[in-house]
Every structure is written in structure tokens, then in C-alpha cells.
């Protein structure tokens, strides 16, 4: 029977795992392979701030997983969610109790967000990883609005104009320029009572600058470019609280209460729950955050048919620092271990895995960004350029690369965000007697 491989998680690792399976040389085994996957879409996660912003619609940055490999008749498409593994037994073990087993299994399930052990703040304070948050945040932003355009009270209407992003990532950074721009350009002379440009968007950081893991000097650019957009950034400054009515912030020994009614977090991921999973059968070593401390080959200690890819990993082997949770290390590592597999089912043994970093960008705004690439250190319209141009490269479907386009274009001209939508009424929006 033809070598089975699972992979659970349709990301960027896993989708580009299968993709890579298709191919194999003359004599060679077909390799058969099933996606599982909770959800029945691919995300392209780079671009989920611009939902979040009313920028682009969900279709325009997700496509169905079934569709994307609709050619490759060697892979089967599970909508389902696995919660248990028999690492010992070669199969995973899907949430209605039925296992599938494996020759090879890829555990690609990445990452949320982490609140460092304040839980409760959650309700409070969404964080930005699937459509459900970015449309979640799309409804909040916009009913604040909404709601200091008919409020009476002036310190109430401040508080709602005010907008809190914490993590001073590029996320955060993203975020805080789009909401920026909202206020400012998008949203001008849409309102009667009310003049979004007083909105007040504040991006804290914890520790000393913007885009801690960046060269200081980009850093430095990105600050200047969000502060044009009229976003006040507090760097050096820890939040110790969040309630639906306002921010707690701690700057040295100075304490202080920012009245707010929306709060964004970008401030730190923890890793999917089945890191926790593969340790309880494999014995596994984590990280503090919950990843999995994989071998060179990105298998699992001791079990050499077992990987995991992408920000479920925590891979350390032949560089400074572990590798970041971004989505070109998850394509390469997913590329990867297709070509381990291959050559395992041939007898031979693969090299190490080698990340070839191809830089680092993040985008402030119109014409705004700031980019890495190898040496080179770029600010502004060029910088914006390129992020365009790599984040159309890797979208999914050629049909969401133009509509994406095409839709970039209207908003850099008319200086509209046409997906201002609120939809799913939520318990903090005022309901009138009878509805």
C-alpha cells in the first residue's frame, strides 16, 4: 500500500507540505496524503489586519482548502479536529473518538494569543488570528463610533474615541497605522457630531521601541511613520490591567488608567494546545511558550516519523536564536518535510533543515512601511512597494491576488475602506427596547 502521510493544520506549513507531496520522481511510491483541519479554509494571516480595518473582505484573503488542492488527487480533505495523538500507535485521534492512522504525521497547528497568565482579559482585549477576531474587531471599532456619534456625555465620547493597541509588533504596528488612517482619512466628514480625526489610537510597547526584533534605526523610521498617522506610542510601558472600561499602564513607577472602550491585543503568542499533546506521548521538551523542541529534521525525539512544523516548533539548531513564528519559515519547513519523507522512503538520509531568510518587512500605512532584505535596509514608499508585491506573491488563488489588488488600488485612490460592515450584535451594543 502506498506510504500514508497526515497533516493536521492547513496553514502555511501543512498546505505547503501537500503541495510539495504531489511531486515525485520516476519509481517512486504516490505518496497518499490527508489535510486535516478544523476549519474548511486556508488564511493568509499577514493580511488579517486589513479585515480587522474594514480594508478587505474575509473571501478576499482565505480560500476553501478543498479548492486550492482540487488537482491533486493524492490528497484527501478532512474537516475535522484532532485533539489526541498515538505517537506509539502511528495515529492521531479526531474529536468524535475515530482515529486515522499514518506512516508519517506533519503537526502544523501554530499559535494563538497569549495574555502571560491574564486570561480574563481576553473579553476585554481580542486578539488577531482568525476571521471570527478580525471581524470581531472590525464590529468594535466601528460601533465605537457609532456610539460617541449619539452619546450626550463628553468623557464618555472621548473614551470611545480612544483605541488601544498593545504590542508594539508588527501587528500592533499595522493595526495602529490602519486605525490611524481610519481616523483620519477614511472616515472624515462621515460623521455630524463627532470628528473621528479627535480619535485618539495609542500603540504600548513594553520595552524600549517599536519592532523590538528589527535593526534600531527601522525601528526608529516605523515610529516616526506611525506618529504622523497621529498615533501616540508608549514605549518602556507594561499594561497590568484591562477592563471593558479602561486600560491599566505602568511606566516606571509611574501608574496611570487610560479610559477606553477598545482594546487590541498583539502583544504574545502561546502555541496550539497539541504541543501540550505531543508531550504527553513523546516526552517532548517545550519551550516556555508552549512549542515543541524538534531535532535538526524538525522530527520529535524518538520518533523520526513524527514532525512539527512552523510556530508549533522551536527549532534552534545551526542559529543565534530560535526561529520566529512567521510564514516563510512555515513554507520552508514545510517544503521541507516532504523532501525528508521522499528521501526516508528511498533509504537515504536528509541534511539538516537551513532556514534562508529572505528579510523582514511591516507596513504603517500608505506608502508607509519598513523592510530588511539581507543588508539592505528600506523605509517608506520603496519599502511599501515591496511588501505589496510579496504579500500578492504568496496569497492564495490567483482570483484573491486580483481582487486584492484591484481593491488596494480603489483604497489608495479614494482613500476609502469599503467593508465598513457591523455585523454580529454583540452584548456590549445598545439595543433598543423591543429588539
Given at each position: 500500500?502506498?506510504?500514508?502521510?497526515?497533516?493536521?493544520?492547513?496553514?502555511?506549513?501543512?498546505?505547503?507540505?501537500?503541495?510539495?507531496l504531489l511531486k515525485h520522481k520516476p519509481g517512486e511510491p504516490t505518496i497518499r496524503v490527508?489535510?486535516?483541519?478544523?476549519?474548511?479554509?486556508?488564511?493568509?494571516?499577514?493580511?488579517?489586519?486589513?479585515?480587522?480595518?474594514?480594508?478587505?473582505?474575509?473571501?478576499?484573503?482565505?480560500?476553501?482548502?478543498?479548492?486550492?488542492?482540487?488537482?491533486?488527487?493524492?490528497?484527501?480533505?478532512?474537516?475535522?479536529?484532532?485533539?489526541?495523538?498515538?505517537?506509539?500507535?502511528?495515529?492521531?485521534?479526531?474529536?468524535?473518538?475515530?482515529?486515522?492512522?499514518?506512516?508519517?504525521?506533519?503537526?502544523?497547528?501554530?499559535?494563538?494569543?497569549?495574555?502571560?497568565?491574564?486570561?480574563?482579559?481576553?473579553?476585554?482585549?481580542?486578539?488577531?488570528?482568525?476571521?471570527?477576531?478580525?471581524?470581531?474587531?472590525?464590529?468594535?471599532?466601528?460601533?465605537?463610533?457609532?456610539?460617541?456619534?449619539?452619546?450626550?456625555?463628553?468623557?464618555?465620547?472621548?473614551?470611545?474615541l480612544t483605541f488601544v493597541v498593545i504590542g508594539g509588533g508588527p501587528t500592533g504596528l499595522e493595526?495602529?497605522?490602519?486605525?490611524?488612517?481610519?481616523?483620519?482619512?477614511?472616515?472624515?466628514?462621515?460623521?455630524?457630531?463627532?470628528?473621528?480625526?479627535?480619535?485618539?489610537?495609542?500603540?504600548?510597547?513594553?520595552?524600549?521601541?517599536?519592532?523590538?526584533?528589527?535593526?534600531?534605526?527601522?525601528?526608529?523610521?516605523?515610529?516616526?511613520?506611525?506618529?504622523?498617522?497621529?498615533?501616540?506610542?508608549?514605549?518602556?510601558?507594561?499594561?497590568?490591567?484591562?477592563?471593558?472600561?479602561?486600560?491599566?499602564?505602568?511606566?516606571?513607577?509611574?501608574?496611570?488608567?487610560?479610559?477606553?472602550?477598545?482594546?487590541?491585543?498583539?502583544?504574545?503568542?502561546?502555541?496550539?494546545?497539541?504541543?501540550?499533546?505531543?508531550?504527553?506521548?513523546?516526552?517532548?521538551?517545550?519551550?516556555?511558550?508552549?512549542?515543541?523542541?524538534?531535532?535538526?529534521?524538525?522530527?520529535?525525539?524518538?520518533?523520526?516519523?513524527?514532525?512539527?512544523?512552523?510556530?508549533?516548533?522551536?527549532?534552534?539548531?545551526?542559529?543565534?536564536?530560535?526561529?520566529?513564528?512567521?510564514?516563510?519559515?512555515?513554507?520552508?519547513?514545510?517544503?521541507?518535510?516532504?523532501?525528508?519523507?521522499?528521501?526516508?522512503?528511498?533509504?537515504?538520509?536528509?541534511?539538516?533543515?537551513?532556514?534562508?531568510?529572505?528579510?523582514?518587512?511591516?507596513?504603517?500605512?500608505?506608502?508607509?512601511?519598513?523592510?530588511?532584505?539581507?543588508?539592505?535596509?528600506?523605509?517608506?514608499?520603496?519599502?511599501?512597494?515591496?511588501?505589496?508585491?510579496?504579500?500578492?506573491?504568496?496569497?492564495?488563488?490567483?482570483?484573491?491576488?486580483?481582487?486584492?489588488?484591484?481593491?488596494?488600488?480603489?483604497?489608495?485612490?479614494?482613500?476609502?475602506?469599503?467593508?465598513?460592515?457591523?455585523?454580529?450584535?454583540?452584548?456590549?451594543?445598545?439595543?433598543?427596547?423591543?429588539?
Open positions: 500500500m502506498d506510504p500514508h502521510v497526515v497533516i493536521v493544520g492547513g496553514g502555511f506549513g501543512g498546505l505547503y507540505a501537500a503541495k510539495a490527508t489535510l486535516i483541519d478544523r476549519r474548511n479554509h486556508h488564511l493568509f494571516q499577514p493580511l488579517l489586519y486589513q479585515v480587522a480595518t474594514a480594508g478587505l473582505s474575509p473571501g478576499n484573503i482565505a480560500a476553501p482548502l478543498r479548492g486550492i488542492l482540487r488537482g491533486q488527487k493524492n490528497v484527501q480533505v478532512l474537516m475535522a479536529e484532532v485533539v489526541n495523538l498515538d505517537a506509539p500507535g502511528n495515529a492521531v485521534i479526531l474529536a468524535d473518538g475515530s482515529r486515522i492512522g499514518y506512516d508519517y504525521l506533519i503537526i502544523a497547528t501554530g499559535a494563538s494569543h497569549s495574555y502571560f497568565g491574564n486570561d480574563q482579559w481576553a473579553a476585554d482585549a481580542p486578539g488577531l488570528k482568525t476571521l471570527e477576531d478580525a471581524l470581531e474587531i472590525r464590529r468594535r471599532v466601528l460601533l465605537a463610533y457609532e456610539q460617541a456619534e449619539r452619546t450626550e456625555d463628553p468623557a464618555e465620547r472621548e473614551a470611545l493595526l495602529a497605522g490602519a486605525l490611524g488612517e481610519m481616523a483620519h482619512l477614511t472616515l472624515r466628514e462621515n460623521f455630524r457630531r463627532i470628528d473621528p480625526a479627535e480619535a485618539k489610537i495609542i500603540l504600548i510597547e513594553g520595552v524600549d521601541r517599536l519592532l523590538p526584533p528589527y535593526p534600531p534605526d527601522l525601528s526608529a523610521k516605523a515610529e516616526e511613520m506611525v506618529t504622523r498617522l497621529g498615533v501616540t506610542v508608549l514605549t518602556k510601558t507594561r499594561v497590568t490591567g484591562v477592563t471593558d472600561r479602561y486600560v491599566t499602564v505602568s511606566t516606571g513607577e509611574s501608574t496611570r488608567e487610560i479610559p477606553c472602550r477598545t482594546v487590541l491585543w498583539a502583544a504574545g503568542v502561546q502555541a496550539s494546545p497539541l504541543g501540550k499533546v505531543v508531550q504527553s506521548q513523546t516526552g517532548a521538551e517545550l519551550d516556555r511558550v508552549g512549542r515543541v523542541i524538534v531535532e535538526p529534521d524538525l522530527s520529535v525525539v524518538g520518533f523520526p516519523n513524527l514532525f512539527v512544523i512552523g510556530d508549533l516548533a522551536q527549532f534552534a539548531h545551526g542559529v543565534e536564536r530560535p526561529l520566529p513564528g512567521v510564514a516563510p519559515v512555515a513554507m520552508q519547513q514545510g517544503k521541507y518535510v516532504a523532501e525528508v519523507i521522499r528521501e526516508r522512503l528511498a533509504g537515504t538520509s536528509p541534511e539538516m533543515f537551513r532556514y534562508h531568510d529572505k528579510g523582514s518587512m511591516a507596513t504603517i500605512g500608505r506608502a508607509a512601511a519598513v523592510a530588511q532584505i539581507g543588508r539592505w535596509k528600506l523605509s517608506g514608499y520603496l519599502a511599501w512597494l515591496s511588501w505589496l508585491f510579496i504579500h500578492l506573491l504568496y496569497l492564495a488563488g490567483f482570483d484573491n491576488r486580483m481582487l486584492v489588488f484591484l481593491q488596494w488600488l480603489w483604497n489608495y485612490f479614494t482613500y476609502t475602506r469599503g467593508v465598513r460592515l457591523i455585523v454580529n450584535r454583540g452584548i456590549n451594543e445598545p439595543r433598543e427596547k423591543g429588539k
